[in-house]
């Protein structure tokens, strides 16, 4: 015997991060955690707690258990964690220049950071790709363990990119400037008063903790967009029997956000009525409450085995949208006899 759903939803919309999708409850922004690294926002793992590409993380498991990286101009970089405010810290690679930061928000600040180099009998300087000095620093005489031995300095000012010189300061033979050398941006934390290297850095050191900064009002190299203007709270629309305030509006008027356009129909019955559409769905709108952050929705029903509907098995998407279906303020029913009926999550499978 056929049978068939009936469902009174009411979606609720994204006024502010506060309303999370079902996806939070699995993952808190800021609280996500790979390996032993609590991800700081405005990084994630999941998609809704990261806004742009440069702040997604990603947690592979390596050799070493499970390792969080974040991908800067094609190199990925591991995340260590954070220990001051709008500031990480990464693996920096060692060599004769480092990651190249431009064309995004992140930069190297000289306020977490120091110049180091490994080696001795050289002046080890850095410069910004501009050809500006940023600092430098004279590694000892040549002697024993000078494999060990190096210096540091601090850096005079930010900077995306640079490169690394280095000069023989004590010649003693055809071969000076052949000695093994490096040089690396590292983090002040692990700067010693009574060494010259942080700690466990030696010349087979392949990567070292650096501080990476960001401008929070990056927007790429197209520039940044004008806002919406000021938004006015207080205005309100009406369409049929529906009150609308923000961030709802008739689509007449000019409003940026497509989620939260209206479309006030004539319906065939005479009097108009409110759509808004959803992945191609029209939904007739059937209340609005800004107070509760809802829109209350004329719903369509899943029909299994009907043959009057083609329509079985279906539901609403939301996937890719502001909207999600509150556990608090709706409830799963069926019409029919004989079923076990369940509802799953269409992305983690779970029963809901």
Same mark, same amino acid.
């Given at each position: 015997m056929g049978f068939q759903l009936w469902f009174y939803f009411i979606i609720l919309f994204l006024l502010c991060p506060i309303l999370q999708s079902t996806e939070s409850q699995q993952a808190i922004c800021g609280e996500e955690v790979c390996g032993n690294v609590t991800i700081p926002s405005p990084f994630g793992i999941h998609s809704r707690c990261y806004s742009r590409s440069w702040f997604r993380v990603s947690c592979r498991q390596t050799h070493k258990? *499970?390792?969080p990286f974040i991908s800067i101009n094609d190199i990925d970089l591991e995340l260590l964690g954070s220990l001051f405010q709008d500031t990480i810290l990464i693996k920096n690679p060692v060599g004769s220049s480092t990651v190249n930061l431009t064309g995004t928000p992140f930069f190297f600040s000289s306020d977490y950071n120091y110049f180091g180099s490994v080696g001795c009998g050289? !002046? $080890?300087t850095i410069f910004s790709n501009e050809a500006d000095p940023l600092g430098g620093c004279i590694q000892p005489i040549c002697g024993d363990g000078a494999s060990e031995s190096g210096c540091n300095n601090r850096i005079s000012g930010n900077f995306t990119s640079n490169v690394v010189n280095m000069t023989a300061m004590y010649p003693t033979g055809k071969d000076d400037d052949k000695?093994? $050398?490096?040089?690396f941006i590292f983090s002040r934390l692990y700067f010693r *008063?009574?060494?010259p290297l942080p700690i466990g850095i030696h010349i087979e050191t392949t990567h070292v903790p650096a501080t990476l900064s960001w401008n929070s009002t990056y927007c790429g190299d197209a520039g940044c967009e !004008?806002?919406?203007g000021p938004i006015n709270f207080s205005s309100e629309d009406s369409c049929?029997?529906?009150?609308?305030q923000y961030p709802f509006e008739i689509i007449h008027q000019h409003y940026h956000n497509g989620w939260f356009r209206v479309i006030c129909n004539k319906t065939s019955n005479g009097p108009k009525m409110p759509f808004f559409?959803?992945?191609g769905i029209n939904l007739e709108i059937l209340d609005f409450s800004f107070l509760y952050g809802n829109v209350v929705v004329n719903h369509s029903i899943t029909y299994f085995n009907c043959r009057q509907n083609n329509n079985d098995g279906m539901s609403l998407n939301l996937t890719g949208t502001p909207f999600y279906y509150s556990d608090f303020d709706n409830v799963f029913w069926s019409s029919g006899c004989g079923n076990l009926i369940t509802a799953f999550d269409n992305e983690k499978g779970y029963l809901v």
């Open positions: 258990g *499970e390792k050289n !002046l $080890a000695r093994c $050398a490096s040089a *008063e009574d060494y !004008l806002g919406p049929g029997n529906v009150t609308f559409n959803i992945n």
